[in-house]
Structures are given as C-alpha cells and as structure tokens.
C-alpha cells in the first residue's frame, strides 16, 4: 500500500488561545519535570536505570491533547513525561522515581515501570519492545467490549527490530484492531543510529508491509502530532483498524543517565534545540499578541514552585515496608463460577 508523509508546515493560530497555552504550560511541566529528575539522578536519590524524554515532549503533548481520557496509552521505559501529559500528579510520579511507598507503583516499579489506572496509562514497560503485542491486546480488548475507545502505543525506533512488532501489526490489521502504533523515532537505540541497524530508514514505511495506512510526522512540532493523531483516532473509532504514524523527534540527553551520547555531534544536537518544541508554541503565543512575556514567566515559575513540591513530596515519604515485596503478585480471580 502506498504510504504519504504528512507536512510539518505550522500555520500559526490554527487553534486557540487555550489551546496554545495549555500546549506550552504542559510540556514546560515535562521539560522542568525531567531535568530535576536528572539532577536528583546526580545526587543519587533517584537510582537504578533513568531515561529522560527532554526534547521530545511535542509526542506526548500533541497526543493528549487529540485523544480522549477513555483512551488506553501504553509506552516503553522512557515513560515518566506521557502520564504527566495525561494529568498525573508530579508527586506520584517523583515519589515512583525515588522507591517511596507514595508513588504511583508503590515504589515498587521506578522509572521503568510507572502506572496511572486512573489516567488509563498502563504503563511503561523494560522490556524492548514488549508493550507492542500488549498494546495491539488492549485495543482488542476495546473491539470486544464494543466500546469506541482505542489504544496508542508507543515504541522507540530500536524496538522496531524486534520480531513481536511484526506478529503484532499482522494480528492488528487482520482484526481491525483499535489501535495507533507510534514509533518514536529519535535516531539512535542506544547509541547506535538506524541507519546502522536497518536498510529502511523512513521507518514508517514498515507499516506498508500489512496495508497499514502509515505516515512520518515531525514530533518536534505539537501541532503536527496533534493532527496526525486526531486523523488516526478517527480511522481507529470507526472501524478501520490500525495505523502507524513515525514521529521524528529528538531526545537532548542520553539513552539513560549513564550515557554520555559522545557518538553523535554538537552540530547534530544544536540543529534539533533550534526547532525546539517548547519555543515554537512560545514564538506563536508572543508573536500572536496571545501572551506576553510576563504571562510566559508567571507559568514558568508556577511549574517551579509544582516541581519542587513533587521533590519535597517524594523526600518527605517513607520507602515500602519489606512485606509490600509479597503483595501485588497475583490477583485473586473473580469468576462467577468455580474451578475445581
């Protein structure tokens, strides 16, 4: 099936006010949000492996805002920033990150493994590629209840190697399944770039293999997300099944906080922070007469002031007790008749 690749061209004032705003003041929460982790991470009170999604916040902002709260989002292990997206409160989220028994797991989970029930985020999941078999799951699991919810299920550029994903879009398509896979694409698994890991560079075009409909979108712009999901919700709710959508993005930092990124070029990085995503929807507000820099500030220190509420938060709680490890293990079934 041919596949198109849609325009990144912004045309300013394509939507509201409220709309611009909450963009910015959301993914400037995610962006504050992700840097205090990393300087917690280098005073070791967050610990274990951490991966930070500053740069790419336009994937997960664009898709809150085009999709509904019924909605099931699944991700991988770079997953603190899509919950705040969603309306997780910071709290839960840094508590998780610091193994206190407040946090959205438990502290049970960490930064690999956060959840949000009651934002429909079934998680981030360690696994490579794991959550992709689960994602076309759930929006099967939405077909057969005869809801007209969908699952988004997001992966990073390496996970696309992995042979699930084929098993998975196959099954996807031949059911119709309900569901928007997202490859965010940000050039490197690890630190190895696509182009050494496969012949298909333009990674959307994997999609054409199982008469997917699949289009690369620019993940450093929101507006652009926003839409290209928007259309693939409306194809997913009326019974087309799947699409795959590659948003090309960028991520500032390393794979986790132990990589130095030494193997890509400061030319390299320097060319993605000059279409940074915060700054283009702060370039529309103040060009747009829609804020003014005062506005701008007011925002950026009420986000301060959230950020290290969530700090003090996470520090001021206690870590799980030891009997917390036997709990959550299994769930007790709940049939309506009994097995012998």
Not at 20 to 39: D, I, V
Not at 148 to 175: K, S
Not at 176 to 185: C, L, S
Not at 249 to 257: A, I, L
């Amino acid at each position: 099936m041919a596949t198109k690749t849609k325009s990144s061209a912004k045309t300013a004032l394509k939507y509201s006010k409220e709309q611009y705003l909450w963009w910015f003041e959301n993914m400037l929460l995610m962006r504050r949000f992700e840097e205090k982790a990393g300087q917690l991470y280098g005073q070791q009170k967050i610990k274990g492996f951490c991966h930070l999604y500053i740069g790419q916040e336009a994937c997960a902002s664009g898709t809150a805002s085009a999709l509904r709260p019924t909605d099931k989002y699944i991700t991988a292990y770079r997953d603190h920033a899509l919950p705040i997206a969603l309306g997780s409160h910071p709290n839960a989220i840094m508590a998780e990150l610091m193994a206190k028994q407040t946090g959205c797991s438990k502290g049970k989970g960490g930064s690999m493994h956060i959840f949000d029930k009651e934002r429909n985020f079934v998680g981030g999941h360690g696994i490579v590629g794991g959550q992709i078999p689960l994602g076309a799951g759930l929006g099967f699991a939405e077909k057969y209840l005869g809801t007209d919810n969908l699952c988004i299920c997001f992966m990073g550029d390496g996970a696309v190697r992995q042979g699930a994903l084929h098993e998975a879009f196959n099954m996807a398509m031949l059911w119709k399944t309900p569901v928007i896979f997202v490859i965010e694409n940000n050039g490197y698994a690890m630190g190895t770039s696509v182009e050494r890991t496969s012949n298909v560079h333009e990674l959307y075009k994997i999609g054409s293999s199982y008469a997917m409909p699949s289009f690369a979108v620019d993940g450093m712009n929101v507006e652009a997300v926003h839409e290209a999901v928007v259309e693939a919700a409306e194809r997913a709710r009326r019974g087309d099944g799947p699409t795959l959508l590659e948003f090309n993005t960028y991520r500032y930092k390393g794979h986790s906080m132990s990589d130095p990124a030494k193997y890509r070029t400061k030319e390299e990085l320097d060319e993605y922070k000059a279409k940074d995503p915060i700054e283009q929807v702060r370039t529309i507000l103040l060009e747009n007469g829609l804020s003014t820099e005062a506005d701008l500030e007011a925002i950026e220190e009420k986000i301060k002031v959230q950020v290290q509420e969530s700090v003090d938060f996470a520090e001021a709680s206690p870590y799980p007790p030891v009997d917390e490890m036997y709990k959550d293990i299994y769930v007790e079934p709940n049939y309506p008749y009994i097995i012998d």
